[in-house]
């Protein structure tokens, strides 16, 4: 009988991915269970850990592009304010990869 997931498919996870999984087991039991039944779980939350990372770079470049002080200029005379910035940047694209793809029920 297979695992549902081997370690080396978790390793393979990022925190996306092992999020969606935790969210899944306590608040879509039954998305959980098919996705077990029918073998596609580690391939479900890989998609999910490959999507939310490329959707954050994406997002955290949107952010950065809008910025038209955040440029190289900044980062040489302001370090700690252009890091500043990115990490702001960071956690916007990260609180909405976490709200669309991870903590939702959709598919």
Do not use: C
């Not at 925190?15 to 087991?25: E, V």
């Not at 039954?30 to 490329?54: G, N, P």
């Not at 950065?64 to 200029?73: R, W």
Request: hydrophobic share 40%; glycine share 0%.
């Amino acid at each position: 009988m297979r695992k549902i997931i081997t370690k080396d498919e978790i390793k393979n996870l990022n925190k996306y991915g092992l999020l969606k999984l935790d969210y899944l087991k306590k608040n879509n039991k039954v998305l959980y269970q098919r996705l077990i039944i029918e073998d596609k779980l580690y391939t479900f939350l890989f998609s999910v850990s490959k999507e939310a990372e490329e959707k954050l770079k994406l997002l955290i470049n949107e952010l950065a592009e809008k910025d038209k002080d955040l440029n190289e200029n900044l980062k040489e005379e302001n370090q700690l304010l252009w890091v500043q910035k990115m990490n702001n940047y960071k956690n916007i694209a990260e609180e909405i990869v976490l709200k669309e793809l991870i903590f939702n029920e959709k598919v």
